[in-house]
């Protein structure tokens, strides 16, 4: 089972993701033994859905002239055969409404709309 979490603050965009090693680098070598490892594959798919939901409600918030003083989104990617992704969002500085109402944008982020819908892969030989 695979989990991360995305987190954003007042520093406008800057996102911190915490997916449990660092992303991986193409032509790097692995990292040393006992180093951290690179994410397993499920994990940059979750650092990409939370950068991207706490990027949007950030920049909706902004938008509102909304007092968001921080967003907090956990994952957790789940199940054998049907895999799924649990999303929390702790939400500080808004009230109820504007809370369910991030919430609701949450459900329509770019990455959230892409996992959602699936995406057709074709692999050709060149």
């Known amino acids: 089972m695979a989990q991360g979490s995305a987190r954003i603050g007042k520093d406008r965009y ?6 449990g090693g660092p992303a991986p680098t ?3 070598p692995p990292p040393p033994r006992g180093g951290r490892g690179w994410p397993a594959p499920p994990r940059p798919a979750l650092a990409s859905l939370g950068a991207c939901t706490a990027i949007t409600l950030r920049m909706y918030a902004d938008r509102k002239g ?3 003083e921080s967003v907090e989104v956990g994952l957790r990617l789940s199940g054998r055969e049907e895999k799924r992704i649990d999303r929390s969002l702790a939400i500080v500085g808004l009230d109820d409404e504007q809370r369910a109402r991030m919430a609701d944008i949450a459900e329509r982020t770019p990455v959230t ?3 959602k819908a699936g995406l057709p892969i074709t ?4």
């Open 14 to 19: 800057r996102t911190e993701i915490d997916v």
């Open 26 to 28: 193409c032509g790097q």
């Open 66 to 68: 909304w007092p968001l």
């Open 113 to 115: 709309l892409t996992l």
């Open 123 to 126: 692999t050709t030989l060149a």
